[in-house]
Nanobody, 127 residues
Framework: QVQLVESGGGLVQPGGSLRLSCAAS????????TGWFRQAPGKEREGVSC????????IYAESVKGRFTISSDNAKNTVYLQMNSLKPEDTAVYYC????????????????????WGQGTQVTVSS
């Protein structure tokens, strides 16, 4: 059974940093693409970033380019999202999701592409 567990969220001041973790079990992420998504109150879920199997490629939403970095540690079966220069508009529940690609080098940040989801972790950026 596939299980994804996010951690690392919290309250941070504008300009601060957080690192989110997405620990997977029941799958080997070196054959999966993994994405990070977020949903703010009253808004639709949006794609933030994704990484293909074996870190071959990454994609970032325009709103986070240059501030967020996605990476994976296949030995730990974990994907990370390093978030720097955080802004109040980054406040949301952040979810990770994964989809089997057989080790392909592609990924996307369309939520309907992902069948497996974590429960989410709250990120609040406020002074």
């Amino acid at each position: 059974q596939v299980q994804l567990v996010e951690s690392g969220g919290g309250l941070v001041q504008p300009g601060g940093s957080l690192r989110l973790s997405c620990a997977a079990s029941g799958v080997s992420l070196d054959s999966y693409a993994t994405g990070w998504f977020r949903q703010a109150p009253g808004k639709e879920r949006e794609g933030v970033s994704c990484v293909s199997a074996r870190d071959a490629s990454t994609i970032y939403a325009e709103s986070v380019k240059g501030r967020f970095t996605i990476s994976s540690d296949n030995a730990k079966n974990t994907v990370y999202l390093q978030m720097n220069s955080l802004k109040p508009e980054d406040t949301a529940v952040y979810y990770c999701a994964t989809v089997w690609t057989g080790g392909g080098w592609f990924c996307n940040i369309r939520s309907h592409s992902y069948p497996y989801w974590g429960q989410g972790t709250q990120v609040t950026v406020s002074s």
